[in-house]
């Protein structure tokens, strides 16, 4: 079994990514780059990652990925999983219909 995605389409996609992470500069900027690429696209559950996998897709030092995980977590940017643990991922995007039926 091997790590590639099996659709073409997937495989493009990874390798837009990678070449995205080689632009970022901080370590922050390629983490959320990441997670963002696992998150639900319909937002209803959130895509964590193991902190080895976001080091790995990364490229930034293990060191580097726990402090600015932890930084981020503390900033509420990241969230932590309750069930695994070393797994992180952003959290998901507060529904603005709530608003507009309240105003409604």
């Known amino acids: 079994m091997t790590d590639q995605p099996a659709h073409p ?3 493009k996609a990874r390798s837009l990514v990678r070449q995205a992470l080689r632009c ?3 370590a922050e ?5 990441v997670l ?6 319909l937002g209803l559950e959130i ?9 790995a897709r990364t490229e930034v030092t293990r060191k580097t990925i726990e402090n ?3 930084r981020l977590v503390k900033d509420g940017k990241v969230v932590r999983s309750a069930q695994a643990s070393g797994e992180y991922g952003l959290p998901l995007p507060q529904s603005s219909e709530a608003g507009q039926t309240a105003e409604a």
Not at 36 to 41: G, H, L, S, T, Y
């Open 47 to 55: 895509g964590y990652l193991h902190l080895d996998q976001i080091t």
């Open 9 to 11: 389409d997937a495989q």
């Open 36 to 41: 963002d690429e696992q998150r639900d696209p």
């Open 29 to 33: 900027e390629k983490i959320t780059l």
């Open 68 to 70: 600015t995980l932890s």
């Open 24 to 26: 970022l500069d901080t």
